[in-house]
């Protein structure tokens, strides 16, 4: 037997951990995107929830419900745009990255996954880092992405940039919202695999909110999707070791060391359970 140790459990533990911290950065950009533009209590001129505080709002006929003076009633083309680019599987190079719609994961900000290059065949389309992938097929699944790196994928993804790149955390939560994926539900067609096309997605009434919230919010979560997708991108590193070594270990050619260093070293860095959540959001929403 070689002289070489397999920590299995500490790969184990940090991909847990990683998985664990995504949930937890995701879930503070949604309920801060929920606090600010569902509930309307965004921070006002004194720094208090605008609604809760007597915020004046106002009924809009477009969406049939009360929104906030001075916002107004945009489609959904005013923040986002589809890009396309084809592209044919003899032009793609062997370590181009593939993610067609069976990888993309359901209610995640981000993925890591990918299948074998020699599997993209026909229907290709370059994506790139930090662009949005939408499923367009059976929208439902909620399959809704920011790309965590440069690669090709299928034209059942949608795949969108934002008209300004400052505001792809908003553009993002807008498209991620149940509200939205229950219109794209409606908007679909075909009974079997009910597609959606960007024609009928970009017309989407969605919120343009005053005094820039929408650029706030995004400026906001901006380290939050870096994060996000730094994590996959570590998770994706981890996975292959994981799957490298564990051959090495079944056939007697490593062995294990079970004294957990890596996992040590990685718990430095803290990993927010609810109580640290719930202040760190208060914060990270208090002020406008």
């Known amino acids: ?10 790969i184990y533990v940090l991909i847990y951990n990683k998985r664990l911290l995504n949930q937890n950065l995701e879930a503070m950009a949604k309920q801060l995107y929920d606090y600010w533009f569902v509930q309307f209590d965004f921070p006002n001129e004194d720094g208090k929830p605008y609604k809760s505080s007597g915020g004046k709002m106002v009924w809009n006929k477009k969406l049939h419900r009360e929104i906030p003076r001075n916002w107004d009633v945009v489609t959904l083309s005013e923040y986002l745009n589809m890009y396309s680019e084809k592209i044919s599987s003899i032009n793609l190079d062997v370590n181009c990255k ?22 993209a065949v026909s229907g290709l389309c370059r994506f790139n880092k930090k662009q949005i992938l939408l499923s367009n097929r059976r929208v439902y699944f909620h399959k ?14 949608i795949i969108l940039s ?19 994926i229950e219109y794209a539900t409606r908007h679909s067609y075909g009974s079997e ?3 959606l096309s960007w024609e009928s997605a970009k017309m989407y009434k969605t919120l343009k909110p005053g005094n820039q919230l929408d650029v706030i919010y995004s400026k906001r979560i901006s380290p ?17 070791q994981r799957d490298e070594l564990l ?27 609810s109580k640290t959540m719930s202040q760190t959001f208060k914060s990270f929403s208090a002020s406008a």
């Open 224 to 240: 939050i999707i870096d994060s996000v997708i730094r994590n996959e991108l570590e998770i994706a590193e981890l996975t292959k």
């Open 98 to 119: 593939y993610a067609p719609i069976e990888v993309l994961p359901r209610r995640r900000m981000s993925f890591n996954e990918c299948v074998p290059i020699e599997n």
């Open 144 to 157: 809704v992405c920011i790309a965590a790196f440069d690669g090709v994928t299928r034209d059942t993804v």
């Open 193 to 195: 695999q009910p597609v």
């Open 162 to 180: 934002p008209v300004n790149k400052a505001l792809l955390g908003y553009a993002y939560q807008i498209i991620n919202d149940d509200v939205f």
């Open 1 to 10: 037997m070689n002289d070489v140790f397999f920590h299995n459990s500490d």
């Open 247 to 273: 051959p090495l270990l079944m056939n007697g050619q490593v062995s294990v060391n079970s004294d957990l260093s890596v996992y040590k070293k990685e718990r430095k860095i803290p990993l927010l359970n």
